[in-house]
T-cell receptor, first 113, second 117 residues
Framework: GESVGLHLPTLSVQEGDNSIINCAYS??????FIWYKQESGKGPQFIID?????DKRQGQRVTVLLNKTVKHLSLQIAATQPGDSAVYFC????????????FGSGTRLLVRP | NAGVTQTPKFRILKIGQSMTLQCTQD?????MYWYRQDPGMGLKLIYY???????DKGEVPNGYNVSRSTTEDFPLRLELAAPSQTSVYFC????????????????FGPGTRLTVL
């Protein structure tokens, strides 16, 4: 079925390195994508979003890239810090829905000191 | 703003008991949502509401009920708790549906961890 999923369930990086978390989606009729960060015992926290008319969007230390040709979304974190350790979810909103987000199963990012 | 608040943080229920999970938001958002998150999994939508007095089912509504009497509050009711309802429950809100404030971004509460034994 149609879904938003992630390639790697766990990603381990050295502190200071850049991290790249990937997400594949299967529905080309999606117009909005979000990355959430979820720390242990907490609710998902909004990180960055991107609309389908864009290829790239930058925030503070984070960049989201959208490749509509291959239906791929990635989150890049520059100079990864211990506080970045969390589970990261991508979510997709379909153009025919004004509200519904479809969430992937998440990637755990572990930052080694 | 406090954002989205949920109570209680933790709860243990016996099979067949009932309870209400509370959710309140102070951002004047029109849309509110209830999700459940099972271990190692993503979020699944239980119910949502597009405004006071309006609710609708999500992906996994069985065993739950909701009401939306005010813009701020969106309680989730479990009538006959079952072990399959052991999960972490998240409430979220957004300003969606068009207009200059519409963002599609959902903001989440801290969650309620429920165990049914």
């Amino acid at each position: 079925g149609e879904s938003v999923g992630l390639h790697l369930p766990t990603l381990s990086v050295q502190e200071g390195d850049n991290s790249i978390i990937n997400c594949a989606y299967s529905n080309s009729a999606s117009d909005y994508f979000i990355w959430y960060k979820q720390e242990s015992g907490k609710g998902p926290q909004f990180i960055i979003d991107i609309r389908s008319n864009m290829d790239k969007r930058q925030g503070q230390r984070v960049t989201v890239l959208l490749n509509k040709t291959v239906k791929h979304l990635s989150l890049q974190i520059a100079a990864t810090q211990p506080g970045d350790s969390a589970v990261y979810f991508c979510a997709e909103k379909r153009v025919d829905s004004s509200y519904k987000l479809i969430f992937g199963s998440g990637t755990r990012l572990l930052v080694r000191p | 703003n406090a954002g989205v608040t949920q109570t209680p943080k933790f709860r243990i229920l016996k099979i067949g008991q009932s309870m209400t999970l509370q959710c309140t938001q102070d951002m004047n958002h029109n849309y509110m949502y209830w999700y459940r998150q099972d271990p190692g999994m993503g979020l699944k939508l239980i119910y949502y509401s597009v405004g006071a007095g309006i609710t609708d089912k999500g992906e996994v509504p069985n065993g739950y009920n909701v009401s939306r009497s005010t813009t701020e509050d969106f309680p989730l009711r479990l009538e006959l708790a079952a072990p399959s309802q052991t999960s972490v429950y998240f409430c979220a809100s957004s300003y969606a549906g068009g207009g200059h404030r519409s963002t599609d971004t959902q903001y989440f509460g801290p969650g309620t961890r429920l165990t049914v034994l």
